[in-house]
């Protein structure tokens, strides 16, 4: 069996960190290629001197120059640094790379993820903003490259299993599950006295910031709803959202002769990684799932009043082009608006359909064209939200 060598993309989050635990438990598979760090130095530090990558890259020229000291203060040697995003496009397209796995969160990771699909490697993909802003660019490289883009994401990677069970022509439509996040249960009366503490508490799941306010709102499935229609070819009407508290049924896909089909297993994102990584194959793992776990499974509506959000991301799905990417880029701003205490809750939903309604119908040929319109969107956003970062500088009188 020859080793398959992995390029991580966000090698220092958690889907990077469960990569190389993976890599770590099956020696004989795999091996770290490359690795895209981004700026936390020191866990850079402890990977390179740990895994030996080929190259690795940080954010920034400084912080690639202090990385190059210490790894040469530690007699480590054979290892190119380097930084930006020319230096994670080269850890996606190195000659050795066999595999890339993208985890860089938002919009960073999508020159490097479209030039591995250029470079002829296939992709893991941990980052569905890829996919909502460039999609169709990426779907046109894959099969141009003959490679696969392979999901990562838990309930995408659900959907990839079942739909192995018939063809696409069979396929009625997929149900998206989610876990209703923190707020499921609460009065919309109440969503304009959410705290920050209260939305980065989720019941299900331990992610970064962004994402887990992104669950809170429900415009995390939303992205998901975009990522499916251009994962799978099918048309937002046939990509539906079930609100699952319980989390261990992770999408299901129903056919057109009534058989619905689910994929259970334990909430580990090491078992999404190691399918996607052994893919067509399938390895044995210790990743074993309770049954009694099964004991009760609800499954229920989602509220499109309380989760604007789900509204706007399907509105967004129909329209297609600038508009996904302008979803994304106002979420991106309207959340750290929100975690800064700039904005209420609700404030996030409806700062993203403001820039939507100020967004233009442009579908974009290039990667170029997509960083514009995503750096447009956020603009936007940014001029709609001044007055609230500037009332919020401002001392209150008494």
């Keep these: 069996m020859s080793l398959k060598r992995i390029a991580i993309l966000g090698s220092t989050g958690s889907i990077g960190q469960s990569t190389l635990s993976i890599i770590e438990s099956f020696p004989e598979r795999f091996a770290v290629a490359s690795l895209a760090a981004g700026r936390n130095l020191e866990a850079a530090f402890e990977q390179a001197c740990r895994w030996r990558p080929l190259a690795i890259s940080l954010a920034t020229e400084e912080l690639a120059a202090q990385l190059a000291a210490r790894l040469k203060a530690a007699g480590v040697t054979g290892i190119e640094v380097l930084h930006g995003t020319a230096g994670t496009v080269r850890v996606a397209t190195l000659p050795e790379?066999?595999?890339?796995?993208?985890?860089?969160?938002?919009?960073?990771?999508?020159?490097?993820?479209?030039?591995?699909?250029?470079?002829?490697?296939?992709?893991g993909l941990a980052n569905k903003e890829a996919m909502v802003a460039?999609?169709?660019?990426?779907?046109?490289?894959?099969?141009?490259?003959?490679?696969?883009?392979?999901?990562?994401?838990?309930?995408?990677?659900?959907?990839?299993?079942?739909?192995?069970?018939?063809?696409?022509?069979?396929?009625?439509?997929?149900?998206l599950t989610a876990s209703g996040g923190p707020f499921r249960t609460l009065p919309l009366a109440d969503f304009e006295h959410i705290t920050v503490a209260q939305a980065l508490k989720h019941p299900t799941w331990v992610m970064g910031r962004r994402i887990t306010i992104d669950s809170a709102t429900m415009l995390n499935k939303g992205l998901e709803i975009i990522e499916a229609c251009r994962l799978?070819?099918?048309?937002?009407?046939?990509?539906?959202?079930?609100?699952?508290?319980?989390?261990?049924?992770?999408?299901?896909?129903?056919?057109?002769?009534?058989?619905?089909?689910?994929?259970?297993?334990?909430t580990d994102m090491r078992l999404p990684i190691l399918y996607a990584m052994t893919w067509p194959e399938r390895v044995a793992s210790e990743l074993t799932f309770d049954m009694t776990a099964l004991s009760q499974l609800t499954f229920e509506t989602p509220d499109f009043e309380r989760f604007p959000c789900l509204r706007l991301a399907y509105e967004a799905a129909e329209t297609g082009g600038a508009h996904t990417i302008a979803l994304?880029?106002?979420?991106?701003?309207?959340?750290?608006?929100?975690l800064e205490g700039v904005i209420p809750f609700p404030g996030i939903p409806r700062t993203i359909e403001q820039v939507l309604e100020a967004t233009p119908h442009r579908h974009p040929q290039s990667i170029t064209e997509v960083l514009a319109l995503d750096?447009?969107?956020?603009?936007?956003?940014?001029?709609?939200?001044?007055?609230?970062?500037?009332?919020?500088?401002?001392?209150?009188r008494v």
């Design 375 to 396: 750096e447009q969107a956020r603009e936007t956003a940014r001029k709609l939200l001044a007055p609230a970062f500037r009332d919020a500088a401002t001392p209150s």
């Design 328 to 338: 994304n880029a106002a979420d991106e701003i309207a959340v750290e608006a929100f």
């Design 97 to 123: 790379v066999d595999f890339v796995v993208s985890a860089i969160v938002g919009v960073a990771g999508l020159e490097a993820t479209y030039a591995a699909v250029e470079a002829g490697k296939p992709v």
């Design 134 to 175: 460039a999609g169709d660019l990426l779907n046109a490289a894959a099969r141009a490259k003959n490679v696969p883009l392979l999901p990562i994401d838990s309930e995408h990677n659900a959907i990839h299993q079942c739909m192995r069970a018939g063809d696409l022509h069979e396929v009625k439509q997929i149900w």
């Design 232 to 266: 799978f070819d099918l048309p937002p009407s046939a990509v539906k959202v079930t609100v699952h508290p319980q989390s261990t049924v992770h999408s299901l896909v129903e056919y057109v002769d009534g058989s619905l089909l689910a994929q259970i297993s334990v």
